[in-house]
Structure formats: structure tokens, C-alpha cells
Nanobody, 125 residues
């Protein structure tokens, strides 16, 4: 059974940085694409970033326009972990951040099969 566990959330000030981690067990990690999504209070969950499966070729990453240039997704296949480095955080980045596993590199939630419980990120002014 695939397990997905996020960590690294917290309370920071605007302009600060934070790195989220997502550890995956029970799956051939390098064969899966990984995604980060977030859900702010009163809003629907939205796509943040995704990184393609690593087959020794160039890793492809995709970002929502709202985070492009500020967030970076990366993966360490040896540790079965994906990261989301978040810089220049803004109050509007406040949300619960979810990590998810997919066989397809996608922005669409329904293409992700396994999800973590989420980690809270709060950015104060």
C-alpha cells in the first residue's frame, strides 16, 4: 500500500522561505510523477507544481502561474522524497499543502491516485 506523508509546514512571515517534504513508501517512487496541490480556506484545491517521473532523462517540472519563479519542485529518488521549496512567500500562499502520486505528469487532481493528509502553511503579513 502506498503511503504519502508531508512535512515541513508552519507559520512564517511574508517574504520568508519554507521547504516542504513528501515521503512516499510502498511504490516504485522513481516511476511516478509527483504533484503538490493546495487548498486555502473556503476555496477549492488547486494545482501548485508537478514533477515528472525520473527515467534518467531531463526532469520536467510544471508550475501554476501564481508560484512560478518562487517555488521549486524537486525529487530525490534515493530517499523516495519530493520537495517543494517555497521562496518569497505571500499571505495568499496560506493553505493546506498536499502531496500526491500519479502515473501521469499532470495538473489534474483526478489523475493522482495517492494523497497525503496535508501540511498547513500559514504566511503572516
Amino acid at each position: 500500500q502506498v503511503q504519502v506523508v508531508e512535512s515541513g509546514g508552519g507559520l512564517v512571515q511574508a517574504g520568508d522561505s519554507l521547504r516542504l517534504s513528501c515521503a512516499v513508501s510502498g511504490s516504485p517512487f522513481s516511476s511516478y510523477a509527483m504533484g503538490w496541490f493546495r487548498q486555502a480556506p473556503g476555496k477549492e484545491r488547486e494545482f501548485v507544481a508537478a514533477i515528472a517521473a525520473n527515467f534518467g532523462r531531463t526532469l520536467y517540472a510544471d508550475y501554476a502561474d501564481s508560484v512560478k519563479g518562487r517555488f521549486t519542485i524537486s525529487r530525490d529518488n534515493a530517499k523516495n522524497t519530493v520537495y517543494l521549496q517555497m521562496n518569497s512567500l505571500k499571505p495568499e500562499d496560506t493553505a493546506v499543502y498536499y502531496c500526491a502520486v500519479s502515473i501521469s505528469w499532470s495538473r489534474r487532481e483526478y489523475e493522482y491516485d495517492y494523497w497525503g493528509q496535508g501540511t498547513q502553511v500559514t504566511v503572516s503579513t
